[in-house]
Nanobody, 118 residues
Framework: QVQLEESGGGSVQIGGSLRLSCAAS????????LAWFRQAPGHEREFVAS????????ENADSVKGRFTISRDNAKNTIYLQMNRLEPEDTAVYYC???????????WGQGTQVTVSS
């Protein structure tokens, strides 16, 4: 079992930056694919970014390309999401997720709120 806990959310002005962290406990996540998802009010949860086991390959949703960067530190069992040039459309609850041995995103954090306003 893996427990994930996000931190770093908050309120920021348009164009600002935030760095989300997600600490894993229970077992190491060094062999898991890791990702960030988000859910805005009235919308379904959507994929934001993912990173492979080695941390050298990432995927990003088109809406965040060039602005968000996902990374991982396997030694610290932690996932990060650096968010720059934030827009009101980025307002959502952000969730980190990790895959199980079947490569399913089975482990989820409780979410952290990000609010972008003028």
């Amino acid at each position: 079992q893996v427990q994930l806990e996000e931190s770093g959310g908050g309120s920021v002005q348009i164009g600002g930056s935030l760095r989300l962290s997600c600490a894993a406990s229970g077992r190491a996540i060094s062999e898991s694919l890791l990702a960030w998802f988000r859910q805005a009010p009235g919308h379904e949860r959507e994929f934001v970014a993912s990173v492979n086991v080695n941390g050298d390959t990432t995927e990003n949703a088109d809406s965040v390309k060039g602005r968000f960067t996902i990374s991982r530190d396997n030694a610290k069992n932690t996932i990060y999401l650096q968010m720059n040039r934030l827009e009101p459309e980025d307002t959502a609850v952000y969730y980190c997720a990790a895959t199980d041995t079947f490569l399913r995103y089975s482990y989820w954090g409780q979410g952290t709120q990000v609010t972008v306003s003028s």
